[in-house]
């Protein structure tokens, strides 16, 4: 069994073949909450230039770009798998122009310096190897007034799923706000959501995620 949770998380954490594949599909059902708020707090606009770090197979893209024709969005991950998916779902985009997907890690990104205005991430956190840096490359592409949108499963909801124990690194509410304000990032607001409970290894366990909404100071 453990090491089951351990592939699993090394799948969760870059996707790869064919396991990556179905992974990425089970994302989506697992983590639908949390990409639908994170697209609430994002808040799609008009010629907004959008930037997600970590978007899987890109199911949720449509839900952005959809909502105005000059909104454009690029997605950034390190995993060739996730974006030979991305780039097949989002075809139709990609062909217009709308969408661009780059294999890339969160902390070395192929773009150019404040060329985006909005930047979001879920359920990526846990795998960045230096948080400092990577909120550096964020600061780097982000526009001076640019916002950061982190979506995460906070400390207490994820220590209780078996396979975090296998290379998750898990924030608190209060150390993820420290950490974005020691990186100058402004914290503009956070919001708890409630999912609904559920069984896992005959457990039930809680499930929650937390929205945080930043600045560049
Ligand atoms: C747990 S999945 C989350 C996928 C999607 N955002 C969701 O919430 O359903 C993590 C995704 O982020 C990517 N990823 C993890 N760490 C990354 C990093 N440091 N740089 C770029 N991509 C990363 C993985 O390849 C994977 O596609």
Redesign the pocket.
Known sequence: MEEQFKAFASQ????TNED?VK??VH??E???I??LE?IKAVNPCAHDRIL??????G??VKNIISIDPTIVYTG????E??IEEAEKMNAEYIKIGSVVFYL????KLPLKDHSYNKLF????I????NPVN?LNEFKRVLTKDGELII?VRPKHIMENIPVTKYGFTMYSKEELIELLLANNFDVLDTNEIEEPSREVMGKILEFGSLVVHAKQK
């Open positions: 969760l954490r870059r996707p990556g992974t990425g994302m989506n697992g983590n639908k949390m990409n994170a997600e770090i970590g978007m899987g197979n199911f949720f950034c991950d390190f995993s798998t996730m890339a890690s969160a902390d991430t879920v359920n990526t846990y795998f960045w190897e990577t979506v």
